[in-house]
């Protein structure tokens, strides 16, 4: 204001001294124009002067007039404007305003406020804002939002309201009051935005970590922390809880056969119907890929346990139908109970999974419990393990060699090789208790071309000799054959020691072929192409595709000793080996029938055309130098 009165003086006098400039100059110009002296009389300057004083004062007067009326006009326009930028501030803004007067009256809403309460104008105006309750907090919540606003004039935090629709949601709100020149109260705004978007991404984020997103089942995390909570209740109400861990039995096939969408079908399929066995007290979790684990917190003794393992073993023997197919599974369950077996959740846990692992090796489709022993059991896989290593440097390995005879001419006419650890504590330690902790540990593969490299040299040696032998069978681990070196080490120990390819058969586990079909196809091709001779161990307990079969480039089924066990009596036995020998006729294969004990045994299969024998009855292994080359056993 000032600086506008400034300017009108300096603009009247500028207008006094440029008109006194002008009175003189123009005196002056009259003098040259007529070369004489203008005679002013001394009032007509004297009037001049009056004249333009009086202009500059009514200039003057106008421009601070001017000015001043400006400067009234201009914070006006400015809080006119701050006004209308407020204004369009609280309509555009996306957080809901609500503002009361003194006596907590709703005078002014926004229009996100219409659009997230779902009220109109209308509808609140005039009304307090506890209208919007919803009942979710308690009265002290409220008191202790009006001791802040009263204290510090502001309050923010989290509210959950209701909208019209009677929908309760959850806001973040911030309440500021606002006093007039003299402090007094005048009014309260109320600044809120919706969060549900928020409260539901973080739900889902909780629920995501928690939870397996196949099945919707609780994961291992949630699962461990929810034993251990019911161990905890347990503890405190001295009762007892029970673990049963499930696997579900050759899962791999399904997956690998008919593709990870069926795979994924399946899993899900196995978690709804073992969800549908159980109600309140008893959690279901999916631990990872196909393996399941069921918690029931009130399992007093064992015999529960044991029943619900019974129960999902025997749904699960429904079967499961996808796209008009159907498929069967079992599962393996392994169970340990609180406090007799464990007292910790994790420890509950892995006593479920020896269990777990007793119950796979018992052949599958059942349950086992945990026991003191497998503690042990598990202790001796450990030191087994150790000693290994140990066990192939210091040459305790040995391989044995047992008759394989033709059923037709009783003629003795191969052999297999099987591998023996002499350990010098343990004694003579069979394959079958250190082979499946080899392939954990990685030895297996020293181990097989160690077996592999002596058995071909001895192989070298017999041919020298003149012995008959047609073949020499060594066992392949299925961890060796899924491995792509297998085909350089085979190669390398043929040329090593100079064997004849045709004279070697290496012999692979069925279910090493089905766990991988694919890549067991392209191994076997390749090791074909070395020349040599291809058998499929152990037969019938690998759940064989027989489309897959077909297309294997193997010799020879050998048919398991499992089946043979029975023959001839046992009805299904019988079928079986009936059933397997025309199969391997049926594909140009020969049959080899291991295990047999007794002529009974023998006879039967060489009644129905089965090629090879090899079994106890025509000899047990033993060390190269004890083979009996002239035994002929007459099968009757
Ligand atoms: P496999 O290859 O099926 O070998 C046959 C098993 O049956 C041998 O057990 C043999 O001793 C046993 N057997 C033979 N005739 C009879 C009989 O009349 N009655 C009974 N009850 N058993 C008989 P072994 O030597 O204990 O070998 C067990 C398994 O260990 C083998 O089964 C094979 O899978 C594995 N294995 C043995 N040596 C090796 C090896 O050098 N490398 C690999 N990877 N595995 C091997
Ligand atoms: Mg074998
Ligand atoms: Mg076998």
Redesign the pocket.
Known sequence: MLFSYRSALRAGLVYLLASILWIQLSQQLLINFFDEPLTLSHWQVVRGYIWVSLTALVIFLLCARFARANSIQQPLQESRERLRQAAAVFDCTREGVLVTDVQGRIVHVNRAFIEITGYRREDVLGREPNMFKSGRHSASFYQHMFESLARCGEWSGEVWNRRKSGEIYPQWQTIRVIPDDLGHVTHCVAVFSDISAIKHSEHELTRLAHHDPLTGLPNRLLFTDRVEQALASAQLNKRGCGLLLLDLDHFKIINDSLGHTVGDQMLKAVGERLQSLFGHGVTLARLGGDEFAVLAENCPQVVQAAAMAQQIIDSLKEPFVFDAQQLFISASIGISLFPSDALSAEQLLRNADSALFKAKSAGREGYALYTEELTAHAQNRIEIANELRRALDQHELQ??Y?PVHDLQTHHLVGV?????WQHPERGLV???DF?PI??RTGL?GD??TW??DQACRQMCQWLAEGKQLSFLA????SR?FSRHELYEQVAKVLHDTGLDPAKLEL?V?ESAVMDDPEGALEQLHRLRELGLRLAI??FGTGYSSLLRLKRLPVQKL?I??GF??GLPWDEDDAAIARMVIALAQSMGMQVHA????QAEQARFLLDHRCDLG????FG??MPATEIDWHRTPSIG
Do not use: F
Not at 416 to 420: D, N, P, Q, S, T
Not at 594 to 597: C, D, H, N, W
Not at 614 to 617: A, D, E, F, N, S
């Open positions: 391989v044995y047992q297999e090789a099987l591998v023996r069979p394959p079958t082979i080899a392939e297996i181990i097989d077996v592999l060594v066992n392949i681990s060796l012999e586990t161990d152990d050998k398991d000793q043979v066990a291991e295990g047999i004990e090899q079994g106890y009855w047990r292994p």
